[in-house]
């Protein structure tokens, strides 16, 4: 055991898709499976109240998610595998670190300013307009879920860096004024994999409605890929990877000659069609049996909490133990005679 952990966590806000996989799921299980690597995994359910705020909707999200990371392979015999509201140390950990964070580092958080930004193109007086503190202090909480575990390494898609940027400093600063007690997190990024893109041109987001979901039947996950956004170009006309996000899906896919060849085919004229079923083909390959897994495990509900319960003992017993010391090292302790 080299004693590393690598933590990550998908947001409870709809149904995972293909970035979700691609970008944090994926890596994560690959890290899991590594002996000398102890592995958290969550249900990020607290983020899900930032973004969603339709009940049924987070609550069949937390199934969906629970049975994705299964499906895909999570054994939660050897991963501590927990839903974040279980776990109450977490949410005392974060207003202790709310109160050591700069409130000018939260000021540059992208998805904050993504919102200002939209608040004065729109026009309006009050730049602020509709942000709630969730969203602003959205990279607190996100800290203290890593820091909670004083996890080594995060892999998550590359929309997090600034995150994982954020949760380095707000452990650097508490390590400096109390105690040392807080591991620099990393994110974890997988080189061959971008942010991918979505039916509607912006990121792929359980957010946006603009998903291909994970574990939809063959005839849907076509219908889907069907829609990614090409342009007019014939069959037979030469075609760049970049003129779709098609492209970075597949190689998301593929392996590194696939991608070439690919990239070949396109620029012989394959036909735009053609490459949808392509790649509805690569995927299928890669999640069929992932699928069936899923479904089975969906059809289970009680299967599936009994084990996020399980996990949650472990996570508990592991984060009492941290939080105890965060906790003697900002002065909250008990009387003593
Ligand atoms: P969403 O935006 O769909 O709600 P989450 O916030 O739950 O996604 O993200 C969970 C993980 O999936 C994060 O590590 C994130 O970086 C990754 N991820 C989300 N969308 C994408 C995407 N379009 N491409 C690659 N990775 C993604
Ligand atoms: N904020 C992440 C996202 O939107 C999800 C998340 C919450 C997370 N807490 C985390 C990811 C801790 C990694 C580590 O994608």
Known sequence: MTGKRVLTGVTTTGIPHLGNYVGAIRPAIAAAANPEMESFFFLADYHGLIKCHDPNRIHESTQAVAATWLACGLDPERTTFYRQSDIPEIQELNWILT??????????????KAAVQENIDNGLADE??????????????????ILMFNAHYVPVGRDQIQHLEMARDIAGR????FKNLFT???AQIDDKVETLVGLDGRKMSKSYGNTIALFDDEKKLQKSVNKIIT?????????????????EIYKAFANENEAVEFTQ???????WGDAKKMLAAKINAELADKRDRYWALMSHPAEIEAILQAGAQKARARARVLLDEVRDAVGIRRLRG
Do not use: Q, W
């Not at 508490?174 to 004024?177: A, C, I």
């Not at 085919?265 to 394959?270: M, Y």
């Open 99 to 112: 109160c050591i964070t700069a409130k000018g580092l939260m000021n540059r958080a992208h998805a904050y």
């Open 174 to 177: 508490f390590n400096h004024r």
């Open 231 to 247: 342009n007019l170009k014939e069959p037979g006309e030469p075609k760049l990877p970049d003129e779709s996000p098609l492209f």
């Open 265 to 271: 085919k396109l620029a012989e004229g394959l036909a």
């Open 128 to 145: 602020d307009h509709a942000v709630e503190m969730g969203l602003y202090s959205y990279p607190i909480l996100m800290a203290a879920d």
């Open 184 to 186: 620099l997190p990393e």
